[in-house]
């Protein structure tokens, strides 16, 4: 805890600094302000004192003084309130500032402990039936379920690899798209077949129109299918339905991930597709994950004119529902 304290110290420090700033600035220019209206009153009195009232002008000359008394106030006053203004403008932007770069770097940091678990996990499990492997003599059926557990272990870092990779060339616009005319409920097939044997026992609902075709890039679709389906699959109970859709209506074609887990709040349902971004506390969550997935899934649905939408699904649960339009072959 006390290191956790520490790596969020600075942010907090900066916050304080800016107030104590903030502070001194305002009360040097109300201090000036003091002072140079001080000084414009001792000049004014001043300049009276050398009037002599045998003068014929005294009474326009002492309108004058007073007059130009009252414009150095009132202009002492304007740019007062103008450097007010702008030093606040400054501060609440400097605050905004501050406080979203404290929001990335405990997302980065979140994720640098997610990726580290993510990475480690398949790393130790397949290294612990090759040692088993290696050590043991096994018969063909144990043998055969160690190398199904590890090659699921090694495509589970593949995916989590590619989606990294993805994800760095889609943010710095090196990745190159490749469109082509792609049959979306092969991929939507293929995807959930893997999922199905991959969770053997856990129920699935998959209900698919057959041959919708689209015009897309095949590594982003099959990402894209594959990280709804994952996310369903983490967050919702081992024994629960997974129920996938894939239809036509009219030249549109949805496709729906249904799950009965715990759901999404309404207040986190608008936060879930940023980078990084993880219902809940790093330090208390179950589940696995980088907070990458829904990310792609958002950012791959608008560069193929795409809509990704989350909703509630009644009595408990999420459903995630891509809207896309079909082409004719």
């Given at each position: 805890?006390?290191?956790?304290?520490?790596?969020?110290?600075?942010?907090?420090r900066?916050?304080?600094i800016?107030?104590?700033?903030?502070?001194?600035?305002?009360?040097?220019?109300?201090?000036?302000?003091?002072?140079?209206?001080l000084?414009?009153?001792?000049?004014?009195?001043?300049?009276?004192?050398?009037?002599?009232?045998?003068d014929?002008?005294?009474?326009?000359k002492?309108?004058?003084i007073?007059s130009?008394r009252?414009?150095?106030?009132t202009a002492y006053?304007?740019?007062?309130?103008?450097?007010?203004?702008?030093?606040l403008?400054g501060?609440?932007?400097?605050?905004?500032?501050?406080?979203?770069?404290?929001?990335?770097q405990?997302?980065?940091?979140?994720f640098?402990?997610?990726?580290?678990?993510?990475?480690?996990?398949?790393?130790?499990?397949?290294?612990?039936?090759?040692?088993?492997?290696?050590?043991?003599s096994?018969d063909?059926s144990?043998?055969?379920k160690i190398?199904k557990?590890s090659?699921?272990?090694?495509n589970r870092?593949?995916?989590?690899?590619?989606?990294?990779?993805?994800?760095?060339?889609?943010e710095?616009?090196?990745?190159?798209?490749?469109?082509?005319e792609?049959?979306f409920?092969?991929?939507v097939?293929?995807?959930?077949?893997?999922?199905?044997?991959r969770?053997?026992?856990?129920?699935?609902?998959?209900?698919?129109?057959?041959?919708?075709?689209?015009?897309?890039?095949p590594?982003?679709?099959?990402?894209?299918?594959?990280?709804?389906i994952?996310?369903?699959?983490?967050?919702?109970?081992?024994?629960?339905p997974?129920?996938?859709?894939?239809?036509?209506?009219?030249?549109?074609g949805?496709?729906?991930?249904?799950?009965?887990?715990?759901?999404?709040?309404?207040?986190?349902?608008k936060?879930?597709?940023?980078?990084?971004?993880?219902?809940?506390?790093?330090?208390?969550?179950?589940?696995?994950?980088t907070g990458?997935?829904?990310?792609?899934?958002r950012?791959i649905?608008?560069?193929?004119?795409?809509?990704?939408?989350?909703?509630d699904?009644?009595?408990?649960g999420?459903?995630?529902?891509?809207?896309?339009?079909?082409?004719?072959v």
């Amino acid at each position: 805890m006390s290191f956790k304290l520490n790596k969020y110290a600075w942010g907090n420090r900066a916050i304080v600094i800016c107030w104590l700033l903030l502070i001194y600035v305002l009360a040097a220019l109300i201090w000036w302000y003091i002072a140079l209206n001080l000084q414009n009153n001792q000049m004014s009195a001043y300049r009276i004192e050398l009037l002599t009232h045998d003068d014929p002008e005294y009474i326009s000359k002492l309108e004058k003084i007073n007059s130009d008394r009252h414009r150095l106030a009132t202009a002492y006053k304007s740019e007062g309130l103008a450097f007010i203004l702008v030093i606040l403008a400054g501060a609440v932007f400097l605050r905004s500032a501050v406080m979203r770069q404290i929001g990335i770097q405990r997302q980065q940091q979140n994720f640098m402990m997610a990726i580290t678990h993510e990475l480690k996990t398949p790393i130790s499990i397949t290294r612990l039936n090759m040692e088993t492997l290696l050590k043991h003599s096994l018969d063909d059926s144990k043998k055969e379920k160690i190398l199904k557990s590890s090659l699921q272990e090694i495509n589970r870092l593949n995916t989590l690899t590619g989606n990294i990779l993805v994800s760095a060339q889609l943010e710095g616009g090196s990745y190159l798209f490749n469109k082509e005319e792609i049959n979306f409920s092969q991929i939507v097939s293929d995807s959930s077949q893997d999922f199905v044997n991959r969770f053997p026992n856990r129920p699935w609902n998959i209900t698919m129109e057959p041959d919708l075709f689209i015009s897309g890039d095949p590594l982003l679709m099959q990402i894209l299918v594959n990280n709804l389906i994952d996310n369903a699959v983490k967050y919702s109970p081992p024994g629960s339905p997974i129920t996938i859709h894939l239809k036509k209506e009219g030249d549109q074609g949805i496709l729906e991930l249904i799950d009965e887990g715990a759901g999404i709040p309404k207040k986190e349902q608008k936060r879930i597709f940023q980078k990084f971004y993880r219902v809940g506390n790093e330090d208390t969550r179950i589940a696995q994950g980088t907070g990458l997935g829904l990310y792609l899934g958002r950012k791959i649905t608008r560069d193929h004119k795409m809509r990704l939408q989350v909703s509630d699904n009644k009595p408990k649960g999420t459903i995630f529902t891509v809207h896309f339009n079909l082409i004719q072959v």
